[in-house]
């Protein structure tokens, strides 16, 4: 089945850990992108790929990093500089031009 | 960037009922999504909707982009329509800006 998947569902990170959150996707899609959702509030665009080699940071990147080596993934780093990690990580990926996105089942950070 | 409100935040509903929701918002658009997230937080795309209007089953939408607005409605509403209605839309290509949401608690 094509789709888009994350992985961890879940993860624990220390204070002053790096931790990399894994998205992959088999739509054939060009863009990516990592949205963050906090408890009672909609998705803001952290970081967003084009093409592969290539990416735009969104409104809340700092803290974070990422890469786009292959097409088919789009890995985001939650840096220590991330003063408030914890929250809810979705995943999404478009074709090019205006279409829908679809997103993947998200990952939950928890920072103890 | 753009602002994008969603109403009502929240609604209580006996099954069978039915019910609109709304997002505003404050440009120009070339990209407007709904999404249901279910309580596993996956979000499920229910319409692609830049202007016009479409119907999926029991729910429908519209889009006056003109007016700067979108419509959700929900017809004979079911328990598992419970969880949180977004609207997203994008200025240029794919970068989303999300509502805050609506909450549906459909009861018995």
């Known amino acids: 089945d094509g789709g888009i998947t994350q992985s961890p569902k879940y993860l624990f990170r220390k204070e002053g850990q790096n931790v990399t959150l894994s998205c992959e996707q088999n739509?054939?899609?060009?863009?990516m992108y990592w949205y963050r959702q906090d408890p009672g509030q909609g998705l803001r665009l952290i970081y967003y790929?084009?093409?592969?080699?290539?990416?735009q940071k969104g409104d809340i990147a700092e803290g974070y990093s990422v890469s786009r080596e292959k097409k088919e993934s789009f890995p985001l780093t939650v840096t220590s500089a991330q003063k408030n990690p914890t929250a809810f990580y979705l995943c999404?990926?478009?074709?090019?031009?205006?279409?829908?996105?679809?997103f993947g089942q998200g990952t939950r950070l928890t920072v103890v | 960037g753009i602002q994008v409100e969603q109403s009502p935040p929240d609604l209580i509903l006996q099954e069978g009922a039915n019910s609109t929701l709304r997002c505003n918002f404050s440009?120009?658009?070339?990209?407007l999504q709904w999404f249901h997230q279910n309580p596993w937080g996956q979000l499920i795309n229910l319409f692609y909707?830049?202007?016009g209007t479409k119907q999926n089953g029991r729910l429908s939408a519209t889009t006056v982009a003109t007016e700067r607005y979108s419509l959700l409605y929900i017809s004979s509403s079911q328990t598992t329509d419970s969880g949180v209605y977004f609207c997203?839309?994008?200025?240029?290509?794919?970068?989303?800006?999300f509502g805050t949401g609506t909450s549906l608690t459909v009861i018995p």
């Open positions: 440009d120009s658009v070339n990209n």
């Open positions: 790929s084009q093409i592969v080699n290539d990416f």
């Open positions: 999404a990926s478009t074709r090019s031009g205006n279409t829908e996105a679809f």
């Open positions: 909707i830049p202007s």
């Open positions: 997203a839309v994008a200025i240029t290509g794919n970068q989303f800006y």
């Open positions: 739509l054939n899609h060009d863009a």
